[in-house]
């Protein structure tokens, strides 16, 4: 049995979720998010609680259990309270700023970086180095940022780039030099 798959899934207050057959939709304060439901899994809803059953003991059911039941958790807690990544941004010179749907990035290229975010994203830069990315979908969130961050990513010997706020860089040694000659 999944220990993930067969724990409750709580429906906060101001959530909505509604189910027509293999299809779930959630609705909240920050947006609506939809999830189409393999057919080895069903959602059952009873009074302000989402339980995800197996149809059968397949291995693949099995494996969908766990997975199903963290995608519509994740759907829950987004559209209340919403997901967001901090990158920070390392370097002289690098920095970033917002006009409307497109980031700005400046990362030492002999070009600027133009990055039209996604519908449902939102950036927010706090003193050039800062970048939040938010949203209400986890994985539509931890894509932009991934991508944002595979522009520079942060190298080794200076620790410039663009890295995650609780990423830490494992530093190298640069060239020893040579003695006297």
């Not at 920095?95 to 030492?108: D, K």
């Not at 975010?117 to 209400?136: F, R, Y």
């Amino acid at each position: 049995m999944s220990r993930i798959g067969i724990q409750p899934i709580e429906i906060p207050a101001g959530v909505k979720v509604e189910q027509s057959g293999t299809n779930v939709k959630v609705s909240g304060s920050k947006g609506i998010l939809e999830l189409t439901v393999r057919d080895e899994v069903s959602v059952v809803l009873a009074d302000n609680v989402i339980n995800v059953k197996r149809t059968d003991d397949t291995r693949e059911a099995r494996s969908l259990h766990g997975l199903t039941r963290s995608l519509v958790a994740n759907m829950v807690k987004g559209v209340s309270e919403g997901f967001e990544k901090k990158l920070e941004i390392i370097g002289v010179g690098y920095r970033a700023e917002v006009s409307g749907s497109t980031l700005n990035l400046a990362l030492g290229f002999s070009h600027p970086i133009n990055y039209a975010l996604p519908d449902g994203i939102k950036a927010a830069v706090e003193k050039q180095t800062l970048v939040t990315i938010s949203g209400v979908d986890k994985q539509l969130v931890g894509q932009v940022a991934a991508e944002i961050r595979s522009f520079r990513p942060p190298e080794p010997y200076k620790g410039k780039g663009v890295k995650y706020d609780n990423e830490t860089i494992r530093r190298k040694a640069g060239k020893a030099g040579k003695a006297g000659g």
